[in-house]
């Protein structure tokens, strides 16, 4: 079984010269002394390296270096300009998503502990977007960690979902500080708002486990994007979360927009969450389970029959 760094039952450092033997601590004298030569040679290597001499350009061994194919080149350089600027696994896009979220999440938390200690009920809004900037975090990760060759900027899904969850999303968080700017005092009754807000917060730490943990289970099978043809390499999964849903990752997005909106008090978004969500993935499923049936025939419909969607109304 590979270990996280990749490495199969051996050792997760290797030799320096590459062969796979166990490897050895090395001695502390050694530590400080190549400490001490990076040091006073500015990192320049070690005098050996300096002092050796190049082959010469006429020598044995760069005739007998063959020069690689232009093809080759050619699928280097696409390769590696996919994660230039601009490009879509651009790694300083990446890079700077990552920042902002990281940021947006730390703040957003730091405000809404301040604001709850303060008895302020507007602490729902930073919560809502520490929420979603959780979200957008974890699914880039997940994917970047189960389905790493599939990794992009869009995985972070900040516009991929359409403008439906750009307006659903902003129209919850207006509502949150409308709602509780106005409207400062507890609606409900406190034998039903704590209850409701704790069963929030529940839906929102489950929905969000059950999304991640789905996603890692699935691995390379995994895909934001609904595949109409059967990949060589797809396989069904049935093992762990999926042997209980067959869409984990659909029921925990469901479940964690509805705990968004019972933690933020909205009613009207509550609502529209509520009967949007459930068209989209009623929608989705069905559509889903048809190519499914396609890909993998009575295999699928075995597995269907003995696990649930868990989502209300949806078979």
Known sequence: MASEN???????????????????APRSSSIFNDAATLINRGGLGSSAHSHAQPPHPSGPSQAST???????????DIYEKQFQPGQPKSLSGIAIRSFILGLALSSTLFLTTYLLYTGRPIWRAPFFISALSLFHFLEFYTTSRANTSSAQISSFLFSSNGSAYTIAHS??????????YFLPAAVLPAYVHYPVLLLGLGMVIIGQTVRAV??????TNFSHVVKHTKAQSHQLVTTGIYSIFRHPSYFGFFWWGIGTQLVCGNVVSLLGYTAVLWKFFSRRIDGE?????????DEYRDYRQRTRVGIPFIK
Do not use: R, Y
């Open 289 to 297: 389970e048809e190519l499914l049936v396609k890909f993998f025939g």
């Open 171 to 180: 129209t919850s968080f207006l509502e949150t500080v409308l709602s509780h």
């Open 6 to 24: 990749g490495s199969v039952n051996g050792s997760a450092i290797p030799s320096d010269n590459g062969s796979s033997g166990s490897w050895t």
């Open 66 to 76: 063959p020069s690689q194919p232009q093809e080759l080149n050619a699928a280097l």
């Open 214 to 219: 789905a996603m890692l289970t699935a691995g």
